[in-house]
Nanobody
Framework: QVQLGESGGGLVQAGGSLRLSCAAS????????MGWYRQAPGKERELVGL???????NYADSVKGRFTISRDSTKNTAYLQMNSLKPEDTAVYYC??????????????WGQGTQVTVSS
């Protein structure tokens, strides 16, 4: 059984920074992509960004230049560094990991979500 544990959300003023963490635990063969989605009240869930196992990243246009995703493969953990936060970044952030099982089957696991609130 693989679990993702998220941490790092909270309340911050506009222009501030937060760092989210997403740690995978359990038994598996490997992790491919890791990333985050977010969902604001009344809006659809949107992709924030992702990082591949080889370290390449992709970001939504709305966060490029402000958010950075990194990962520590030795800890099976990804990080979302969010700088220059704006009120429109307020949302519940959900991390995910594309996990490859010991039988080589891939499926997506989700974190529990963490609230990020940016005040103006």
């Amino acid at each position: 059984q693989v679990q993702l544990g998220e941490s790092g959300g909270g309340l911050v003023q506009a222009g501030g920074s937060l760092r989210l963490s997403c740690a995978a635990s359990g038994s598996f063969f490997a992790i491919n992509d890791m990333g985050w989605y977010r969902q604001a009240p009344g809006k659809e869930r949107e992709l924030v960004g992702l990082i591949a196992s080889i370290g390449t990243t992709n970001y939504a246009d709305s966060v490029k230049g402000r958010f950075t995703i990194s990962r520590d493969s030795t800890k099976n953990t990804a990080y979302l560094q969010m700088n220059s936060l704006k009120p429109e970044d307020t949302a519940v952030y959900y991390c995910y990991a594309d996990v490859v099982s010991t039988s080589r089957y891939q499926w997506r696991r989700w974190g529990q979500g963490t609230q990020v609130t940016v005040s103006s």
